[in-house]
């Protein structure tokens, strides 16, 4: 710790304080430690010791319950909102902010990312948009969450599926074109959320009268915002992931690459480390001589 610039622990509270691995044990060896916590509830709090997971914290953050379809319960959305959305990227956020200030005043400080905190902040243009009255508590009916008959998913003739994102008038525009109803001018406004109803209808039977792929072509280079809803199988052979090579190839198996990325310094996408690497060369690496080293293992701390 007194070499490191960032100690990252997942501990419930109190327990690094207890192996005396807490921030001010650290930061009395190294003021410059920035010290990341990530724990699902914070490190106060009447719920700051229970368990958790993804999909409690979303319970609890607010953002839960307007997830989900008219009629229906909420939907847990994987586990991507909380546990990576809310908790490890805006850690990993806050850790680089403080090496920013660390900049300027030349001190760490400890970086108190919960889960439910960061699914909360997620929430907040919504959270905006429920205090003005513009977003209402019954799922399924708002512009976002697919109340809205063009921000929506749509089943296609071959029973996949078609996502809809024309929000914009002049995508709306090309959209309604595509599916041919450009000329339905007894078809209700855009706007008109009385109309939604008719035109999810209508949008629904319109759609099912091709394939996935057919209704890919029908919109070719439009800007009607309209995409192929693809799998994990399929999404690395679309032709603008390929481009982009946005799946790499690590010994046989496929995942996605870096992002963001750098112009000047890309990542590289190394295979992860095998289980058994040896430990003296890690420790030897953050200049623990070979005595100490020697005590380590004769103690059980290093194997």
């Not at 979303?58 to 959305?77: C, D, E, N, V, W």
């Not at 403080?98 to 400080?109: D, P, T, Y």
């Not at 512009?143 to 996502?163: I, M, N, Q, T």
């Not at 599916?179 to 099912?208: C, H, M």
Request: proline residues 8%; glycine residues 14%; aromatic residues 8%.
């Amino acid at each position: 710790a007194g070499q490191a610039d960032v100690l990252i622990e997942g501990f419930r509270p109190g327990v690094a304080e207890r192996l005396g691995l807490g921030p001010d044990d650290l930061s009395t060896a190294n003021p410059k430690l920035v010290y990341g916590r990530m724990t699902g509830w914070g490190q106060e709090g009447p719920l700051a010791a229970r368990a958790g997971h993804d999909l409690t914290y979303l319970a609890i953050s607010g953002a839960l319950a307007h997830i989900g379809r008219a009629g229906q319960p909420p939907t847990p959305p994987l586990n991507l909102v909380a546990d990576f959305g809310g908790g490890g990227m805006l850690l990993a956020f806050g850790i680089m902010a403080a090496l920013v200030e660390r900049a300027a005043s030349g001190l760490g400080q400890v970086v108190d990312a919960a889960m439910v905190d960061g699914a909360a902040l997620l929430m907040a243009p919504l959270f905006g948009a429920w205090d003005w009255g513009f977003w209402s508590a019954d799922r399924g009916t708002n512009l976002l969450d697919s109340g809205a008959p063009f921000y929506d998913v749509y089943e296609c003739a071959d029973g996949a599926w078609l996502a809809v994102g024309a929000l914009e008038p002049q995508f709306y525009a090309n959209l309604l074109a595509g599916l041919g109803l450009a000329e339905r001018s007894e078809l209700p406004d855009q706007n008109d959320r009385d109309g939604w109803p008719i035109l999810k209808a209508e949008f629904t039977r319109v759609i099912r009268t091709k394939t996935r792929d057919s209704w890919v072509q029908v919109f070719g280079d439009e800007d009607a915002c309209v995409a192929p809803v693809l799998n994990m199988g399929e999404a690395p052979t679309h032709p603008h992931a390929v481009a982009r090579s946005a799946f790499p190839v690590i010994e046989g198996v496929t995942q996605p690459g870096p992002a963001p990325r750098f112009g000047r310094t890309p990542a590289s996408t190394p295979k992860p480390s095998f289980e058994g690497v040896d430990p003296a060369l890690v420790l030897k690496g953050w200049g623990v001589s070979a005595e100490r080293l020697l005590g380590l293992q004769a103690e059980g701390t290093v194997t």
